[in-house]
């Protein structure tokens, strides 16, 4: 079983920055690929970066590229997503999620575990 906590989510203005954190307890953070997906207001959830197990591999959707960074700690059980430049079309709840799986990157949305969420707005 892994729990999943989110933070540092909140209210920038277009062009600022944010550094969401995704902790993790449990054990075997290692075996863990990981993913940050968002939903805005009446739109599908999608993801926005993944993460492999080892960090060496990672993967964007387009419309993040350029701007945004995944990365983690396994030694601290600990995704983030830097968030530069921001936009308001970026205004979502963002998750972290985790999948069991020590492979490539996955860009799939079929992940074992899920955070409950946290919000970012970006005002114009």
């Known amino acids: 079983q892994v729990q999943l906590v989110e933070s540092g989510g909140g209210l920038v203005q277009a062009g600022g920055s944010l550094r969401l954190s995704c902790a993790a307890s449990?054990?075997?953070?290692?075996?863990?690929?990981m993913g940050w997906f968002r939903q805005a207001p009446g739109k599908e959830r999608d993801i926005v970066a993944a993460?492999?197990?080892?960090?060496?591999?990672?993967y964007y959707a387009d419309s993040v590229k350029g701007r945004f960074a995944i990365s983690r700690s396994n030694a601290k059980n600990t995704v983030y997503l830097q968030m530069n430049s921001l936009k308001p079309e970026d205004t979502a709840v963002y998750y972290c999620?985790?999948?069991?799986?020590?492979?490539?990157?996955?860009?799939?949305?079929?992940?074992?575990?899920w955070g409950q969420g946290t919000q970012v707005t970006v005002s114009s």
């Open positions: 449990g054990r075997s953070f290692s075996s863990y690929a």
């Open positions: 999620a985790a999948r069991y799986y020590r492979g490539s990157v996955y860009s799939g949305d079929e992940y074992d575990y």
């Open positions: 993460i492999n197990w080892s960090g060496g591999s990672t």
